[in-house]
Each structure stands twice: as structure tokens, then as C-alpha cells.
């Protein structure tokens, strides 16, 4: 962790490390995922088999055997304790409560009594979620990912994750079910995202492709683009917490452990107009690493990416905030709705003292797939807009025609493109 | 142009090569961008002189002497003809009326008494508009990239367009300024891009990059997405005209043809549930092509990539239509709004037989800019929605965190993640 001064002439150049920990694809990752994905295209189930087989250790004869059963989601459901299914169900109700809120409507503006335009909204008719195996195989990334595409109002959604040796979370299961997966395959990687994108015999091509993974998921992601749509490109995590000296230092600590746990790689940052408030988190950050079960985890990332920067006043710390746009922003001060209005750049707010990040991961209701990186100056978090997709709606009658059709004429003309603007003369003059 | 019947037993095969005419980029013009966004990167306004000399034949001493100045903008209105002007203002302010309604507002929930919930809506901050030089510089794309970004509220458009041998279009010029743009270089291609993207001394980092450009500038966009949002990645353009047997062969054709102009890679098709109609259009097709001061690209376009499909019946039309998903669907039908709820895929939908394709091209109001190629599946025509992102806002009291704080600590533990427990435990029991 290291102590900034934000008003040090040195802070920019300080401050970079620990901005530009995010690595860019190698070309090596590249190709091995074009190869994959070429493999794929050409040979389909066969293809996505041997490398299933092959990286997650497996000997299934078909894609079939490594389509998820009913059965097995049954035994998911009564091996998983009831409290936490209960937990599960919770969140899948907030997160839907929530998404529901976002869906838009289609309009049609009648306010010219000849010309009506509008826009329709529709659901993306399949999507794929990637669900990343192992231990970063989490029941709360499913429910992120699924539960906007059903409220949005997708009629078919493809779970794949990959099961190395075999096993699979039964927390998984279970709220893959409560999210309303409609099928679920036990296959990951470029070789299953590359299956969701071109479709094969057994998995057919999806419209788009969410979901976290590894740098050979992300990568294939986005060699896909344009084939089908895709979320954001997500990096490692972080997390700022703005402070004005009020609160409790233990619970900043608790909130930057939060973020440190998740991977080496991840950023907790905090900046406060209080230096002495920012020593005591400091204080509390070394007491609390010591009992965690993720200590060396939360460790490293707090040594190699953790900041405490004081300032001088809010004004600079808000500046400072929506020039590195975090993925995760805690308010915590004593007039959190005061400063709302002057956050420009944020995935997702959290708004004073008993707010903590953890809260927004997993059952508030708002979605934890958040920009990272900087990102969020562009980027949206994961909602029903990423389920749904617009047509617009263009009605001329002959009299709307009428009374536009010289200027749109006349517009063809000076782009040099004649037939456009007789498309529009040919209907005006009856001069077929 | 071929003739085709959807209930054909080859017919998927013989459409097929319709279907994929859009290329995929080469390995070597990603070599090439790739070397261009690595020099700018680099070297900064240097490398963007340098490439911009080159390509453009241009002799510029400084980036600076790139910049257009409100005196040939100024010159610009002085020579371009008033009615040109007036035509270019009524675009603009339809565009603007049309883009006002897609603006979405900030929301707070207020429905539980302890936990407020929501999703606030900001601009980007500044957003780069590419337009591209020479004989596709068109003043219409200008408007509609630019428009929807000063109604979603962006401070900071800035527009890059190369201008080969030094000219400009001062139609372009002339709706820039109607339409908001803050600066424009005369820079174009992956060097533009790159800048954008990365910033240089002159140039500054922009939040997005959208608009249409060569193969050059569709790749250095692919390649900075995540760097910068883009649009989404445009192919070449298409049209499918739904027909009942209604309407005027004539004017079907005249739509065709519109399409056809644009490139030899344009797509036309006409699906009709009428044989006897499409014969009747593609004889209204020859007849009006010989017509046309662009024949010959029309032409091209038109023999390799023009069908005209007959069809049972118009469900069998709607099923076609929705696997293709094209970019601009005319419904020649006698009743279009019968059949506009069974359109999934589209990118903007012309209602009737008054309503061409060039009306929306220019100043209906909607967007031009449309999902090309299939991605009507997934992508949305250009819109506010492009020009803003949103962040969650959580807030929880006290008792608010004490409500739900159990089956929070309930799922972070299933996950493995004891610190993000703790980060709520921490708040409940004042066990600090």
C-alpha cells in the first residue's frame, strides 16, 4: 500500500502503477484462441469435445453427456442447505425487482397527424452466459447474468461453464435454476464461446455472449464482436472509497479488504480530506488482514495495488474520482445525496456509512457486472439494455411524403445520390 | 440479380453467398493498424502529421494547422446555396426532435423505507465523430452522429475527417456547425482512431468513437474498443422489401435501386408472397437502372447481390425476415402495422407504401446508422443511449443493512468470501 498526497507534483506519475495493472492480450493468447475458434467453425461438436475433454480432463463420448440434467439440478437442490437456497432466492427476486425498473417500452409519436415515428423494443431471442468453473464458479455471477436477460424478456438462455475434472458447483445449479436457465452445458473457453457464437449441431448460435472468465474468455469475446454482441471487456476489479474524516476506519477497511480478496490484481483505493482518519484505516487494514482466510490473496493486492491519498477538499477527491471512473465508488461521507449530482464517471454508487460494497455484489438488486478499468467514462453496468435491442420505426403517409419529400430530395442530390431521391419523386408525381 | 423461391429445397444455399459478402478483416491490414495505433501511441501528434501527410498528401507543419477554423466554416455557408442550408436545418431539428425522446432520466426507488435504489443517466464527457473524406462524405452522417450526442448532452464533439489533397466537403462543414460539433480535424483513418483514442498533445482522449469509415477505420476501432466505446461495426448496407402483391411495382424498384447506389457490395432483395409482382419489379428495375448517373456501381450491386424471392405466404415472409435481420425493412404491404409485431430482428422498419428507405436516410427523424449484416439480432441503430452510461446508486441505512445483512453474509460465504461478509458483520454487531 502506499500514502499519496494528491496536491504532490510527483502524484500522477505515483499514482500510475497502480492504473495501468490491467495487461492487454498478448498476440500468444491471440492465436491460440483463433485457432480454437477456427477449429470450431469447421468441425463444431467435435471440435468443442476433444478440447473440452482435453483441458478439463474429461472422456464424454458427446456434447449431449455434457449437457446439464434435470436430474443433476434436482441434486443440487437437495444437497445445497435450505438457508441457502433460501439466500439465493432472495437475491433472484431483488436483482429481478430491480431490472424490472429498467425495461423500456416501445413508442410510437403521433405528434405529426402524417408522418409517425417510433421506436420498438424487442428481446434478443438467445443469449449465452459464460459462468467460469472452479473457484471463481460464483451462484451470484449466474443470477447477475441470467435473471436481466429473462426479465428482459429473452425466450431461451444458454448457461456453459467449464467443469475442470468434472465437478460443478451445486450453488451453481441452484441459481441457474432460480434465474431461469433454459440449458446448461459443461463447457468453457475460447472452445465454448466460439460453440454460443457459430453455433454448432448441438449448441445453437446465440445473439450474444455475457459473462465473466479468464484472459482466453475475454479474448475470444472479443475476436467474436460482431458476430454476436457481446458485454463489457471486464479487467481486474476495484474499488474507491471517497472520504470526508466521518465514519468508522474499520469499516473503509473492512469495505477495502472486500475488494483485495478477489485477486491479486484487484485495487482498493482510498481518498479522504482527513489524513489522520486515513491512518487509522491503514491501522485497521494490517489488524483485519491478519484474520482473514484470503489473507495472502488480500495481501498482495493490498501491497502491490492499495492506495490511501489525502486531499485538500471534496471538490479535488470528486475530481479525482471521475477522472479514474472506479468500478465500485463508495460515498462514504457524511452527506452522501450532496456529492451524487457531481459523480460523472462510476459502475456503481454506494451511498454512506452502511452501504458496503458487498451489499451491491449480491442482493440489493442493482447488477455486480460493472465497468472496470476506467471503463465506466463509457460503459454501463450489465441490465435489461444488454437483453433488449431497438428498430426503428419510420411511417409516411402520402401526404407526410408531400410535404418533406423536396428536402429530402434535395439532400439525395447534394450527396450526389440520385436514385435515393427518386425513390422519393417517383411517389410524388405519379411519374412511374 | 437472382430469382429464388423460399420453399425451394436449395434455396438456403443458393442465398447463401448474398448472405456473406461481407468479408472478414485480413491479418495484414490488422498488421498495418496495428503499427499505426502503436506509432501514435508512441509518438503522438508526430506520428499523426506524419501518416496524415502521407495518406492525404497533405504538407501540414503542426496537428494545429489540421484544425478547422470558424473562418472556413464561415466560407462554407457563404458558398454553399441557402436552400441546401435550409434542407440541412430541417434534418437536423427532425433529427433532434426524434433523438429528445430516447432520452432516458436518472431514477430513485423509494418503495422499501430503508434502502433506496436507482440508476442515474450522464453523458460522456467527449465523444470523437469519424467521418470519412472524399466521395462518401456525406453531411447526413455528420448530423446523425453528431446530433444524438449534443441532445444526450455530451460537452465535447470532436469530428475527424481526412481530406485527401486538401478538400473538404463544405456540406460537411455546414452541418457540423448546425449540428453542435465543438472542433474538426482534417484527420482521418487509423491515425484518427488512434489519436482519439489514446490522446496526443492536440488531440484529446475521447470517452467514444462512432461513424462510419474504410476497412482501415473499422479495424483500428475493432482494435481500440475497451480503450474507448465505439459504435457498432458497420458492413456493407442492405435492404429487404416485404411484399404482399400491393403497391407499385415501379416504386419497389426505385427502393431497390436506392440501396444498390451506395457500393458494389449493397444488397437489395425483394421477398413477395406475388411472383407475378417481383417479375414486374425486376423489369421496373432494368428499365429505371439505365436511368441512373450511377448505373454502373448500381448495377454491379444489383447482379451479384440483388434477389427477388417468391413465397408462399406472409408468414413464411416474416419468418425470412427475422432470421436475416436487415438493416432497413420496408413492409410494402397493404396493412404494415398488422404485421409489425411479428418483425424480431430489424434495424429501422418503413412502414407502407409511402414511406422509402432515403425518408428515414435523411430527416424523418430516426437514426441512419444501423446494425448491418445480421447484427439487427443484437445491435440497436445509433442512438442517445450510445452518448450515455448509467450507474447504480445503492443506498442502505442502518436498518436497511440490518434487514438483509444475513443473507448477504450468507451468499459471500458460499462464495468463499469471508472479507465481504465481514464488511457487513462488521456494521451489525459493533464488532469493530
Known sequence: MIFLDIDDKNFDQQFAAILSRGEETGREVEQVVLDIIAAVRQRGDEAVLEYTNRFDRLDAKSITELQVTDEEIDYAFAKVKSEDIDALKLAVERVARFHEKQKQETWLSTEETDIMLGQMVTPLQRVGIYVPGGKAS??????????????????????????????????????????????????????????????????????????????????????????????????????????????????????????????????????????????????????????????????????????????????????????????????????????????????????????????????????????TGGTARFFSPLSVDDFVKKSSIVYFSESGLNRLGKDIIRIAELEGLEAHGKSVSIRLGGQE
Open 138 to 371: 460464483y451462484p451470484s455471477s449466474v443470477i447477475m447474468n441470467a435473471v436481466p436477460a429473462k426479465v428482459a424478456g429473452v425466450p431461451e438462455v444458454i448457461m456453459v461453464a467449464p467443469t475442470p475434472g468434472g465437478e460443478i458447483n451445486p450453488h451453481v445449479l441452484v441459481a441457474a435454476r432460480l434465474s431461469g436457465v433454459d440449458r446448461i452445458f459443461r463447457i468453457g473457453g475460447a472452445q465454448a464461446v466460439a460453440a454460443l457464437a457459430y453455433g454448432t449441431t448441438t449448441i445453437r448460435k446465440v445473439d450474444k455472449i455475457t459473462g465473466p472468465g479468464n484472459i482466453y474468455v475475454a479474448t475470444s469475446k472479443k475476436l467474436v464482436f460482431g458476430q454476436v454482441g457481446i458485454d463489457m471487456i471486464a479487467g481486474p476489479s476495484e474499488i474507491l472509497v471517497i472520504n470526508d474524516g466521518s465514519g468508522t476506519p474499520g469499516h473503509i477497511a473492512a469495505d477495502l479488504l472486500s475488494q483485495a480478496e478477489h485477486d491479486e490484481l484487484a485495487s482498493s483505493i482510498l481518498i479522504t480530506t482527513d489524513r489522520g482518519f486515513g491512518e487509522k484505516v491503514a491501522a485497521e487494514v494490517e489488524r483485519q488482514l491478519a484474520q482473514l482466510s484470503r489473507e495472502s490473496i488480500a495481501r498482495a493486492s493490498w501491497d502491490k495495488f492499495g492506495a490511501i491519498i489525502s486531499a485538500a477538499n471534496l471538490d479535488e477527491v470528486i475530481e479525482f474520482s471521475n477522472r479514474i471512473a472506479p468500478e465500485h465508488l463508495e460515498l462514504a461521507v457524511s452527506d452522501p445525496f450532496a456529492i451524487l449530482p457531481k459523480i460523472k464517471n462510476a459502475g456503481a454508487i454506494f451511498m454512506g456509512h452502511f452501504t458496503p460494497e458487498a451489499a451491491g455484489d449480491y442482493l440489493a438488486g442493482p447488477n455486480h457486472t460493472l465497468p
